[in-house]
Structures are given as C-alpha cells and as structure tokens.
C-alpha cells in the first residue's frame, strides 16, 4: 500500500488530526487550516473576493508517480462560497515544502476560518508523463478545430 509521508512544519499544532477519509467512500482526505498562532483564538478573516494561502502545517511526500490533488470542501462552497481559485491544485511527487490551500470567498459576506476547521480535501491521483514532439499536421477529427462551446448544448 501507498502511503503519503507527513511532517509537521515549524510551529505547526501538532494536536490536530492528520488528514483523513470522513467516511469509507470517501475520495478525498480532509485538510485542516494549522493557523499561526497569534491567529488561532480568533481565526482569520477572509473578505469576499479575498485570496489567501492557509496553512495546514504539514509537508508531504507524495509517492512517485502520484499527484495530491487539493479540492475544495462542497459544504463550505456550496453555504458560504469558499472554493479554490485553482482548483484542483497539485502537489507534486517532488515538493517538500509547506502545504498551504489557496482559498477565495466567491461570497457575499466575510468568512472566519477558525483553527482546526476542515478547508479542502486531498485526493490521490496517477500521474502518467508523455513526451511532446513537433509535428507537421495533427490527425483529423469530426470536431476538428471547434472551440469552447462548439459541441453545442444539450
């Protein structure tokens, strides 16, 4: 069995959980917001539109040939639109440094993230590396060059 290594960074709370599957089924591991702490009584507050790293207070090895993909949690976009901007983010096989989450708040209203709270999850993935080449011609296709929208809607 895989496993992903995990140290915890400098000053990091080591008394929160590591990631975990919520349930059996679960896709996705849970990663929690390791808030500074001159932060962790109040939390920090993200403003509508705001981006900001959140550390989790790990470092991670992911497996070669392996990527952990960051995802938003559905619950916290779906009730107070907290997402990631650039989501999936990937962890790379080879990074060894902090594990931060990009957040937004895509919401009306300020959103407090607290020490502890669940703010994404982690889904392990393959990997698989091709090469690229120049060519002269790509293949032909029925769609051919039809971009965004050009399969119409159904």
Known sequence: ??????????????????PAYE???AAGADLRANLPEEHRA???VL???ERRIVPTGLRVEVPA?????????????YRHGITLPNTPGTIDSDYR????????????????????????QAV???????GYELADALGETARGAGGFGSTGRK
């Open 1 to 18: 069995m895989n496993v992903i290594r995990v140290i915890w960074d400098e000053g990091a709370d080591r008394s929160l959980p590591l």
């Open 23 to 25: 349930t059996r089924g």
């Open 42 to 44: 109040l939390g920090i």
């Open 47 to 49: 403003a509508p539109m």
């Open 65 to 77: 040939g392996f990527e952990m993909q960051i995802r938003p949690r559905s619950g916290l976009a």
């Open 97 to 120: 440094g902090p594990l931060g989450v990009l957040l937004v708040n895509l919401g009306i209203e300020p959103y407090i993230i607290h020490h502890g709270d669940r703010i994404a």
């Open 124 to 130: 392990i993935a393959p990997v698989v590396q091709i």
